[in-house]
């Protein structure tokens, strides 16, 4: 695939491409996330074999970019914002208008939004937010964020598809509310089942949070981009 990093509106973006796009893939990253992303697509490519542009920005500070809301540092001393709707601004006004442009897009190819931990929340939360998306790749989400159940199951999200992942050791952690996740994920999944025009994975991976996050992620992407050629109706199930 042919690699391109290039600044989109004051941020650093790293895109693959090959051949005539069908699929729009959006991740946010941090400066790990961007070391793994040519493992990551090359997965991704190796699994869905169509043709697809995936397009990773970095983000700065991440407690501040990728938070709904502002909450109280859960470990170290960084506290959380409320940044997340200035990030999808960004990615609606100027990251899709300009990869659209650049590529030669149309306006109604399906764009998948993902992320992995705080980027997976931020993916997640969006869905409730626009109808921009046709599918969340959501692996390892922090979905133990302070009333992020409450806020979900206050109305269905506006989009096609949802992944979800975890690691089946990440709720095994002394910190009270991270270890809550298993739970959360586990009752966010149920509700989203609930929903039948939608499809739905919950896929548990081995291992803690901070195990092969490019492979999890290719995973994600790999499995909406599935989701979505299958059109609706697909069957929704949770794997381990």
């Known amino acids: ?12 973006c790293l895109i693959y491409s090959a051949g005539q796009p069908v699929y729009l893939l959006i991740q946010p990253v941090d400066d790990h996330d961007w070391e793994v992303l ?34 109280p540092a859960v470990f170290g001393c960084s506290d959380f914002g409320h940044g997340a709707a200035e990030t999808l601004h960004f ?14 897009l149309p306006e109604g190819i399906p764009v998948i939004l993902g992320g992995y ?70 009752q966010q999944y149920a509700c989203l089942v609930e929903l039948s025009r939608m499809q739905v994975l919950l896929e548990w991976n081995k291992g803690n949070h901070f195990q092969q996050t490019g492979q999890r992620c290719a995973k994600a992407f ?3 981009v599935s989701s979505l050629a299958q059109g609706p109706g697909g069957a929704s199930s949770t794997r381990g």
């Open 117 to 186: 931990s705080l980027a997976g929340l931020f993916a997640l939360w969006c869905a409730w937010q626009t109808p921009a998306f046709s599918a969340i790749a959501a692996a390892s989400p922090s979905v133990w964020f302070p009333h992020w159940l409450d806020y979900a199951s206050q109305r269905p999200p506006q989009t096609q598809a949802v992944y979800l992942s975890l690691g089946d050791k990440e709720e095994r952690t002394r910190n009270p509310v991270m270890a809550a996740v298993g739970d959360c994920i586990r």
């Open 91 to 104: 990615v609606e006004t100027v990251l899709l208008p300009a990869v659209r442009l650049r590529y030669h």
């Open 1 to 12: 695939m042919d690699k391109t990093i290039f600044s989109i509106g004051g941020k650093n």
């Open 222 to 224: 790999a499995w909406c």
């Open 38 to 71: 040519d493992e990551q697509v090359t997965a991704i490519a190796k699994a869905v074999q169509v043709p697809f542009v995936f397009v990773a920005f970095l983000v700065k500070d991440w407690n501040q970019e990728l938070s709904p809301w502002d909450s």
